[in-house]
């Protein structure tokens, strides 16, 4: 008797271990927690690359007319709803922005505007100024390096 | 002791009523129990791990849940006008509703059924019948959108309809009601012998396209359901048929009368190759075909003339039928082929017919007689077995794919798990309330995913919060990877749900297209840039070429618009990136909201009748600066001199 006077109260431990048991599922609210690490930011905009795709551009001396023709009907297209080439409008015009902007930072604003409104500071700056965030038009990397072919010719 | 250990007897029990009871209320016992609630829990953030496309019933349309959770995503228009997506309100989209009786702006969807490849479900499309003026239409799977309907001719109550044989050969539409072929001036009584049941078989192009081949005249009764062979039994369709008495009035008792109606057995090949080989008849006919392009963003419909028709009687071998306890309703066949399952819903017993048996029966020519030229098969010779005493009112059954069958119980309101080829009952579970038909995702295939399966109730009295007389339609979802099926969840749906197909998720959403591209559009009157923004006046004619992009309208100020002209919007969306569509509305126009996804053209149509300025704006909210989108027409009397001009920003 004894016996089953223990195994009633283990079964009442197990119970009450059993069913007080309750399982969060907080799996994908850590997982929606996970922070990117914020890149290091740099005062001097002719240094500051932006974030995305591109990393280090060369620019040879020499403009490249075709790509030049391709850039300009690609922005005529994808582009010239929001930026006017050489006045402000929805968003800021491109004209001279080669002295104001590494290459990189254009093709990566391009490619990347989301993280970059969110993430690089003079992109949130701009937002700020703008209010319209720039869209994404989904251009390949070769045409925003058209585009910013392009974009050398504004001066 | 024996007073403790009964002490502690009775404290074991409390504690255990207390800790994991639910008040006692019994009602709600079942689903809350256990960790049925983890089960259907899809945290924030993650998806689904399965599309269910339930049908939309009287609504006309197409539903598209998750599964386990029930979420509701999106309701697809099909056959009725749909003003969240400005389905059959837009001009793109008017033609996709044109039948032979005029444009339709509503109709009652029944069945989905999801494109397969040998026996499987690829994910391209879902077919869905509508009901009430015979149409079948197609969803690409890549849009969900709704890109072709064809119209039924000499069909009536398009009601087994719309399934597809194993590589989407063909979408099989059956009608319900048995009418005049062709339809005539005669007096009903004069049903009987004279009226025919159309049983049409539309080919589906490797890309896709629909076309109505041939139509099988049966004899006039009423055809309900249908299903494919399958595996070994490919190349055949079976229908279940009740009224075979003929009656045309009071059918609840007048045709209820046979002891049994029939499976119609019909070897669609046999035919195919008969209209291959020049067989049939071609009889005039008048019905629309409507294809939506995805490059112009614009459907266009066409009346067909002419259509085949094949008189069975005339093809030896192709068509037998197959004697059924009275009136089925439900006509399924299992993964393998070899069971086609005949659910009387007047029956005390689930029918299951062999299609071994039922081709050696055909081999020996073992008939018991004929209807109307029809071989009939003796029933004991077809039948591979019964499912006694299973429940009331038998109606529907898909499989999972382990060697059960799962089958709905209006009546008595319950699922029934058995199994296939012993025929024994291996659970039951009640549902909330009046079950028609149920889904497993696949569970019409060659390969279904037995995992759970969706049961679309007709009633619900007191599921939920009351709303007036008109309650919630339902559909409740249980888990059936164990011996017992589990009731995890209720969930509301678009009404009425009459049957649904599932498919993993996996299938289709890598394919899910996410936004138009803007040099593949062929719309006529699309814009590729904002500068070729203009607007165009042909007598009283005026076309708006216009754009749009977060946050404005190229142009928003328009002048030179007068009372009486009909002001053609076609309005193209020049955002490239996902989930950034726009709309637009105009002060008086018919429609409220255009939505219009990037790289896609719309049209709405605008006559203007007093003078004045008049606003326009973006009905979608699309940035902080959705409020800005705005724009105006001037509108100056109808004999004004006023020139047409345009600008944005003055200039």
């Keep these: 008797m004894r016996k089953l006077f223990l195994s009633t109260i283990a079964l009442l431990l197990l119970l009450l271990i059993s069913c007080g048991k309750e399982k ?132 | 002791m024996k007073t403790i250990f009964k002490f502690l007897t009775v404290i074991l029990a409390t504690v255990s009523i207390i800790s994991c009871g639910n008040n006692g209320d019994s009602k709600k016992q079942g689903a809350l129990t256990g960790n049925a609630a983890e089960k259907v829990y899809v945290a924030p953030g993650e998806h689904d791990e399965f599309y269910a496309f339930v049908s939309g019933g009287f609504s006309g349309q197409l539903a598209v849940y998750g599964l386990p959770s029930g979420r509701l995503f999106k309701v697809i228009p099909v056959f009725s006008v749909d003003a969240e997506k400005a389905w059959g309100f837009n001009e793109e989209t008017k033609p996709m509703l044109n039948t032979s009786h005029g444009f339709i702006p509503w109709d009652d969807s029944h069945h989905p059924d999801i494109s397969q490849t040998n026996g499987e479900l690829n994910g391209r499309w879902v077919f869905i019948n509508g009901n009430n003026t015979p149409r079948i239409a197609k969803i690409d799977l890549t849009t969900f959108e709704t890109t072709e309907i064809i119209e039924i001719p000499n069909s009536a109550g398009n009601h087994s309809s719309s399934f597809v044989t194993e590589n989407t050969e063909y979408v099989v539409a059956g009608t319900r009601f048995s009418v005049p072929v062709p339809q005539r001036d005669m007096p009903i009584k004069e049903y009987k012998g004279n009226f025919k049941g159309a049983l049409s078989f539309i080919s589906v192009s490797p890309e896709g396209a629909m076309d109505l081949k041939f139509q099988v005249l049966m004899p006039g009764f009423n055809y309900d359901l249908s299903h494919p062979g399958r595996g070994k039994s490919h190349g055949w369709f079976f229908f279940t048929t009740y009224n075979t008495e003929e009656a045309n009035s009071l059918l609840e008792v007048n045709a209820s009368q046979n002891d049994k109606d029939f499976i119609a057995a019909i070897n669609w090949k046999k035919i195919e190759e008969y209209v291959n080989g020049g067989g049939g008849k071609k009889m005039p006919a008048n019905y629309a075909h409507n294809v939506y392009n995805d490059e112009t963003h614009s459907a266009t419909s066409t009346m067909k003339k002419e259509v085949l028709v094949v008189d069975p009687t005339e093809v030896p071998g192709a068509v037998y039928l197959l004697p059924t306890p009275k009136s089925p309703h439900g006509c399924d066949v299992d993964p393998s082929g070899e069971y086609i399952i005949g659910s009387g819903k007047l029956a005390a017993e689930l029918t299951a017919h062999s299609f071994t048996k039922m081709l050696d029966a055909i081999e020996n020519k073992k008939f018991d007689g004929e209807a109307y030229g029809i071989p009939i098969l003796n029933y004991e010779d077809v039948l591979a077995g019964a499912v006694k005493q299973p429940g009331l009112g038998p109606l529907h059954t898909e499989f999972d794919g382990q060697g059960n069958a799962y089958t709905t119980f209006f009546i008595s309101s319950e699922v029934v798990k058995w199994k296939l080829g012993t025929w024994e009952v291996i659970d039951r579970k009640p549902t909330y309330y009046s079950v028609g038909h149920l889904m497993i995702p696949g569970g019409n295939s060659r390969k279904p995913f037995g995992k759970y399966v969706v049961a679309m109730n007709k009633i619900t009295k007191d599921r939920y919060l009351p709303t007036g007389p008109e309650v919630t339609q339902s559909a409740q979802l249980y888990d059936i990877t164990g011996e017992k099926m589990e009731l995890l969840l209720d969930f509301p749906t678009v009404g009425e749900p009459h049957y649904a197909a599932g498919c993993p998720a996996d299938l289709i959403k890598e394919n899910s297209k996410k936004f138009f591209k803007l040099e593949e559009n062929k719309h006529p009157y699309a814009i590729q840039t904002p500068e070729e923004a203009k607007v165009v006046r042909n007598g009283n004619e005026v076309h708006i070429y216009m754009g749009m992009i977060r946050s404005h309208f190229t142009p928003d100020n328009i002048e030179g618009i007068k009372v009486g002209d009909k002001v053609y919007f076609h309005v193209t969306n020049h955002e490239q990136d996902y989930d950034v569509p726009h709309g637009i509305s105009m002060i008086g126009a018919n429609t409220s909201e255009l939505l219009i996804m990037p790289g896609q053209t719309e049209t709405f149509v605008w006559e203007p009748k007093e003078v004045g300025v008049w606003p326009f704006y973006c009905t979608d909210f699309c940035s902080a600066l959705h409020q800005e989108m705005q724009g105006y027409v001037r509108v100056s009397p109808r004999d004004s001199s006023i020139e047409l001009s345009w600008s944005l920003d003055g200039e």
Excluded at chain 1, 133 to 153: D, G, H, I, K
């Design chain 1, 24 to 155: 969060t599922s907080n799996e994908a609210a850590d997982k929606a927690e996970t922070k990117t690490e914020q890149p290091a930011e740099t005062s001097d905009p002719m240094k500051d690359k932006g974030i995305g795709p591109v990393t280090s551009i060369t620019l040879p001396d020499e403009i490249d007319q075709a790509m030049v023709t391709k850039g300009s009907e690609i922005f005529a297209q994808k582009c010239s709803a929001c930026h006017k080439p050489d006045k402000r409008f929805v968003g800021p015009a491109p004209k001279g922005i080669l002295e104001r902007r590494t290459p990189e930072w254009i093709m990566n604003m391009i490619l990347n505007p989301e993280e970059m409104v969110q993430k690089n500071e003079a992109a949130k700056a701009l937002l700020a100024e703008y209010l319209s965030p720039m869209a994404n038009q989904n251009l390949t990397e070769e045409e925003a390096r058209a585009v910013l072919e392009y974009f050398r010719t504004l001066n």
